[in-house]
């Protein structure tokens, strides 16, 4: 179209000039003359005014500082795994109880290394020693900047010697069992709860799998530890002889995981039971020895050293790392019996109970509140 | 938009985390408005950070060029999402039940249906369409559009104009419907 031998400008100029993004004032007088331009602004400005008011009418929520730490801090865990395994396991997501629950876990994994070396720790020095077994929990309170710390230093560990993962970890075995197939794949009956205090909408029979036992093994290299060090400018922190080939063996046993879905699987509950986490030393080295290197890493936070000191049945107690800006807990008797740790999210979205009964760990996570997730915790029996 | 785009820290160490500061927030906000539920939100940025996590050199680029790329990877993600019906369907509900303070409760139902509505419209529009018309409308200029869909400039008027036009038919026949 054209007018007075100035050429209309286009649909996509005339889409900018709405928006006053492109030289806009030029196009002012050529509009006053030009009918056709007119009717095609007309359409355009109204075509904008419906997908605008459309897209406005979305909801927007501004992620909040908890938010940003927690998905952080989640990322921080997927970038550990290795490379092959986060490709071919897309994400899944259950809820945001189990999501604090597994990180917990994790943790409590890495820091029961630890555990394994506080000062009650100093009478033995055999070859092949069982030093910690999870008989019980505690929680281990720690701040953002210490969680940091503390993973900051066991990825470390991959420089000071070598990490095997002989039985692949946390894998789930492919496909459901049964309740019955359950039990005897991790070696115990397991636990079901009452599906009267369920809460409505969930399905009365759980998908049921079972996580495989793994194995972490984590063998000292003394040249490797020393390069490690003097690059960091700690050529002070000395690994005696006798560390290199010593070893940690951190045995994670089998898992039975229940989870209780609604029909459109937008709500679930999850319950894992397992054995207990064991952690063996392997070598020639000292308790002592051990613990003084470990605990003198760099950057290891001293709040979290000093709790884990203070703990006093320490080879049977499993810290369970609880981030403070995030969890609130309290420690309760479960099933009337058995003291354990109530975790409740502060987004009021999930909340996690993890205790032991009878040497079998046992934790219970969903998007309930604290006080129901209890009364479901404590109405689980062999049935 | 431009205002946020300042420079993050060049250190290499220093360099994700930065990232992951300067543009999570806002990335989360665009995110969301896709899928309306911020649990789906959390988990597409996871996997869009962890595939920046698999390119460093894309990292070393300045702020701009990694949001755009952020943008244009985690708007992806989000429609391949939506895009399956079950899916949509369980996030309304889901939206409902874990979201009540972005909805009111005498309007909830119809407003959801409206949302749902534009989402899928807008998941019907061909893929730079939706992300143009989805960007401008929450608040993007034409320069960071232009580098987001990897087009010139001077295209995006007309990418724009065309994406308005077919979201209007779109949206008014699913209203209808």
């Known amino acids: ?259 209780y879905s609604s029909r459109d699987s937008h709500q679930s509950l999850i319950i894992g039971q397992a054995g207990e986490i064991v952690v063996d030393v392997q070598g020639q080295v000292t308790l002592d020895e051990m613990r003084d290197f470990l605990l003198g890493l760099p950057g290891l936070p001293k709040s979290a050293t000093d709790q884990l000191r203070q703990i006093k049945s320490w080879t049977q107690t499993l810290p369970v790392p609880v981030p403070i800006d995030k969890v609130n807990w309290t420690s309760v008797n479960f099933q009337g019996r058995h003291q354990g740790l109530l975790l409740n999210d502060n987004s009021g979205l999930g909340s996690v109970a993890i205790w032991n009964d009878g040497g079998h760990m046992l934790a219970v996570a969903g998007s309930l509140k604290a006080n129901d997730l209890k009364v479901v915790a404590d109405s689980l029996a062999v049935r | 938009m431009a205002t946020v785009l300042k420079v993050a820290s060049t250190t290499t160490v220093d360099r994700f985390d930065a990232l992951f500061t300067l543009f999570y927030p806002q990335l989360f906000g665009l995110v969301y408005r896709v899928l309306g539920d911020r649990m789906e939100t959390e988990d597409t940025l996871q996997e869009t950070f962890l595939k920046l996590a698999d390119e460093p050199q894309l990292q070393s680029r300045p702020d701009p060029e990694v949001s755009a790329w952020l943008r244009r990877v985690s708007l992806n993600l989000a429609f391949n999402r939506i895009r399956s019906e079950r899916r949509a369907s369980a996030r309304t509900e889901r939206a409902a039940r874990l979201e009540p303070s972005a909805l009111h409760e005498s309007d909830g139902v119809e407003r959801r249906e409206q949302q749902e509505d534009v989402r899928r419209a807008l998941a019907e529009l061909p893929q730079r369409q939706r992300e143009c018309l989805l960007l401008r409308h929450s608040g993007y200029s034409y320069v960071e559009i232009a580098a987001t869909l990897e087009i010139a400039l001077g295209s995006v008027g007309v990418l724009l104009g065309r994406a308005e036009r077919a979201f209007s038919v779109i949206y008014r026949r699913h209203a209808q419907a």
């Open chain 1, 1 to 259: 179209m054209t007018i007075n031998s100035v050429v209309c400008p286009d649909l996509g100029r005339w889409r900018a000039w709405l928006d006053n993004a492109d030289g806009t004032a030029r196009f002012d007088d050529h509009l006053a003359s030009c009918p056709a331009c007119q009717r095609a602004v007309a359409d355009l400005r109204q075509d904008a005014a419906t997908a605008g008011a459309a897209i406005a009418s979305l909801p927007v929520h501004a992620v909040s500082k908890a938010e940003h730490d927690l998905a952080r801090e989640r990322l921080t865990w997927r970038l550990r795994e290795p490379t092959a395994i986060r490709r071919s396991a897309p994400l899944r997501r259950s809820t945001t109880g189990l999501r604090v629950a597994a990180g917990s876990v994790a943790a409590a994994v890495l820091v029961s290394v630890i555990v394994a070396f506080t000062p009650e720790g100093r009478t033995a020095a055999a070859a092949f020693l069982a030093q910690f077994r999870s008989r019980q929990v505690v929680a281990i309170e720690v701040s953002p900047q210490s969680q940091e710390a503390i993973m900051r230093t066991f990825s470390s560990l991959n420089d000071l010697g070598a990490v095997q993962s002989p039985r692949g970890g946390m894998q789930a075995a492919p496909g459901q069992v049964t309740v019955a197939d359950a039990g005897r794949l991790i070696g115990f009956p397991v636990q079901t709860p009452d599906p009267a205090v369920l809460p409505a909408g969930l399905d009365r029979t759980p998908r049921v799998q079972v996580i495989p036992a793994g194995q972490m093994r984590f063998t000292f290299d003394k040249a490797k530890a020393q390069r490690y060090l003097q690059s960091r400018g700690q050529p002070q922190v000395n690994l005696p002889d006798k560390f290199n080939g010593a070893s940690l063996v951190v045995s994670t046993p089998a898992a039975a995981m229940l989870e």
